[in-house]
């Protein structure tokens, strides 16, 4: 599909207006966000839920990868796991929310897969390719229907903790090789958490009686020797609750709401949260882009402070998102087409042989907008790496917005193919400082061109 809805190119455009972050990926629908922090840079991980729903249901195949340094535009690395990298599994919908963790030069992915319980994938790369090491689930239990939204941590001492559950919450406690756990504690090494209104808080259920708010989609981390488990509760729909820790092992005790629900949030919600450059973030997810329905999701991020104390604040689900970057984007060097802080029509693809993510489905009037680019003291080219099958289109090189100041245009033509890549340049009016960039694509109809990466020249 080119565009997910003429509503949610409608709803994009107002929200462009009002320099909007959220939700931060607007080429697919995105759920479940992950964050791992590594090197410098944050890597989140999604879920994704097709543009077309099957059998009016979560449709899920997929998990794919984004990386920022900035916390404004996100490079998308695309679909870096999916359902056919366990091949003993007969099924074929259920991606469900995923964690990656990083051990020893490792990166271990922790996905539920919905009825058949929790596997491991492991990489030499945060972004792929992963591969099975067991050929068969992680966790094997009792309520393989209930072993969905694992989350993991690695404590200070080494012992590293996978959590997961709806309604309730369990946790094992990972071997060093993170692909296998310590089978003598619990019920053959599962252990299951004591869900009291102390720990988690009490509402009352369909049937009247009193139980925790606790409903799933569990995350688990430590800060400043304070354990923290946030958790969508007391659904549907939910809400963001937490509570704290002094051991990775409870007891629990009860914190309160960190998200209200929320017009634009989905009838689900999963939350994500992590430190970087020196400030905090909140990772969950709405259904703007597709207005009224809940099994087609979206990323966003709010930025928060903790409390004196540790606790966390009451958060509020905002259009703008992330307002600062916490650096800028050099344009002098070469910059994937799939970084993005906002687009408008656009699509990514991944070519099956190179793994190269571009970005496609480019219509008229189309645009790409990328968040605090630092010219310096200005450039004066521009060059773009494009694959067309046709003559007669343009990238327009603006600033700040996509009507605004026309740094320069770069005419595209045919360079024999959607997948025969070339290089293509233009002049560009002199401008200095940080400023949002935007580019504007304008030719006949249908698809125009494929674009890979670009770069400035001084």
Same mark, same amino acid.
């Given at each position: 599909?080119?565009?997910? &809805?003429?509503?949610?190119?409608?709803?994009?455009?107002?929200?462009?207006?009002?320099?909007?972050?959220? !939700?931060?990926?607007? /080429?697919?629908?995105?759920?479940?966000?992950?964050?791992?922090?590594?090197?410098?840079?944050?890597?989140?991980?999604?879920?994704?839920?097709?543009?077309?729903?099957?059998?009016?249901?979560?449709?899920?195949?997929?998990?794919?990868?984004?990386?920022?340094?900035?916390?404004?535009?996100?490079?998308?690395?695309?679909?870096?796991?999916?359902?056919?990298?366990?091949?003993?599994?007969?099924?074929?919908?259920?991606?469900?929310?995923?964690?990656?963790?990083?051990?020893?030069?490792?990166?271990?992915? &922790? #996905? @539920?897969?919905?009825?058949?319980?929790?596997?491991?994938?492991?990489?030499?790369?945060?972004?792929?390719?992963?591969?099975? !090491?067991?050929?068969?689930?992680?966790?094997?239990?009792?309520?393989?229907?209930? $072993?969905?939204? @694992?989350?993991?941590?690695? $404590?200070?001492?080494?012992?590293?903790?996978?959590?997961?559950?709806?309604?309730?919450?369990? &946790?094992?406690?990972?071997?060093?090789?993170?692909?296998?756990?310590?089978?003598?504690?619990?019920?053959?090494?599962?252990?299951? %958490? *004591?869900?009291?209104?102390?720990?988690?808080?009490?509402?009352?259920?369909? $049937?009247?009686?009193?139980? /925790?708010?606790?409903?799933?989609?569990?995350?688990?981390?430590?800060?400043?020797?304070?354990?923290?488990?946030?958790?969508?509760?007391?659904?549907?729909?939910?809400?963001?609750?937490?509570?704290?820790?002094?051991?990775?092992?409870?007891?629990?005790?009860?914190?309160?709401?960190?998200?209200?629900?929320?017009?634009?949030?989905?009838?689900?919600?999963?939350?994500?949260?992590?430190?970087?450059?020196?400030?905090?973030?909140?990772?969950?997810?709405?259904?703007?882009?597709?207005?009224?329905?809940?099994?087609?999701?979206?990323?966003?991020?709010?930025?928060?402070? &903790?409390?004196? *104390?540790?606790?966390? !604040?009451?958060?509020? @689900?905002?259009?703008?998102?992330?307002?600062?970057?916490?650096?800028?984007?050099?344009?002098?060097?070469? #910059?994937?087409?799939?970084? %993005?802080?906002?687009?408008?029509?656009?699509?990514?693809?991944? $070519?099956?042989? /190179?793994?190269?993510?571009?970005?496609?489905?480019?219509?008229?009037?189309?645009?790409?907008?990328?968040?605090?680019?630092?010219?310096?003291?200005?450039?004066?080219?521009?060059?773009?790496?494009?694959?067309?099958?046709?003559?007669?289109?343009?990238?327009?090189?603006?600033? *700040?917005?996509?009507?605004?100041?026309?740094?320069? /245009?770069?005419?595209?033509?045919?360079?024999?193919?959607?997948?025969?890549?070339?290089?293509?340049?233009?002049?560009?009016?002199?401008?200095?400082?940080?400023?949002?960039?935007?580019?504007?694509?304008?030719?006949?109809?249908?698809?125009?061109?494929?674009?890979?990466?670009?770069?400035?020249?001084?």
């Amino acid at each position: 599909m080119r565009r997910i &809805y003429v509503a949610a190119c409608s709803l994009l455009m107002v929200l462009t207006s009002l320099s909007a972050q959220n !939700p931060i990926v607007q /080429t697919y629908f995105t759920a479940d966000p992950a964050p791992m922090v590594y090197n410098g840079t944050v890597y989140l991980y999604t879920s994704h839920d097709e543009d077309i729903t099957v059998k009016n249901f979560f449709t899920m195949y997929d998990w794919r990868c984004y990386s920022s340094t900035d916390m404004v535009n996100w490079t998308d690395h695309g679909a870096v796991a999916s359902l056919k990298n366990f091949k003993w599994l007969n099924k074929t919908n259920g991606a469900w929310a995923v964690q990656c963790v990083e051990r020893n030069g490792k990166f271990y992915l &922790y #996905v @539920p897969i919905h009825g058949e319980g929790i596997s491991v994938l492991v990489s030499d790369s945060p972004t792929g390719p992963f591969t099975d !090491p067991l050929g068969k689930r992680l966790v094997e239990s009792d309520h393989t229907w209930q $072993d969905i939204d @694992p989350t993991v941590f690695v $404590d200070d001492n080494g012992q590293a903790y996978l959590y997961w559950g709806n309604p309730s919450l369990w &946790y094992v406690k990972l071997n060093k090789d993170m692909i296998s756990y310590d089978r003598s504690i619990g019920k053959n090494g599962v252990v299951s %958490i *004591d869900m009291t209104t102390e720990a988690f808080g009490s509402k009352a259920g369909r $049937d009247g009686k009193i139980g /925790t708010t606790y409903t799933e989609g569990p995350w688990f981390y430590k800060r400043n020797n304070m354990y923290y488990m946030l958790y969508a509760a007391a659904g549907v729909p939910e809400y963001i609750a937490y509570s704290t820790a002094k051991s990775p092992e409870g007891p629990w005790t009860y914190r309160g709401i960190i998200m209200e629900r929320a017009p634009h949030l989905a009838f689900t919600n999963h939350v994500g949260a992590a430190d970087f450059k020196g400030n905090s973030y909140l990772f969950y997810h709405d259904q703007s882009l597709s207005v009224t329905e809940g099994f087609k999701r979206s990323v966003c991020i709010e930025q928060f402070n &903790y409390n004196a *104390d540790g606790t966390i !604040p009451l958060i509020k @689900p905002t259009k703008e998102g992330v307002t600062k970057s916490v650096s800028f984007l050099d344009p002098y060097v070469r #910059v994937q087409a799939e970084t %993005i802080g906002g687009s408008d029509g656009v699509k990514t693809a991944t $070519d099956s042989l /190179t793994r190269n993510v571009y970005v496609t489905h480019i219509n008229n009037g189309d645009y790409i907008k990328v968040r605090s680019v630092d010219f310096g003291k200005g450039a004066k080219s521009f060059e773009a790496c494009v694959a067309s099958g046709t003559d007669g289109s343009n990238i327009e090189i603006r600033l *700040d917005s996509r009507t605004g100041t026309l740094l320069g /245009t770069c005419s595209v033509k045919n360079t024999g193919g959607l997948h025969k890549w070339a290089t293509v340049s233009c002049k560009t009016q002199k401008v200095s400082g940080v400023h949002d960039v935007y580019f504007v694509f304008k030719g006949g109809d249908g698809n125009l061109f494929n674009f890979d990466w670009w770069k400035l020249k001084k």
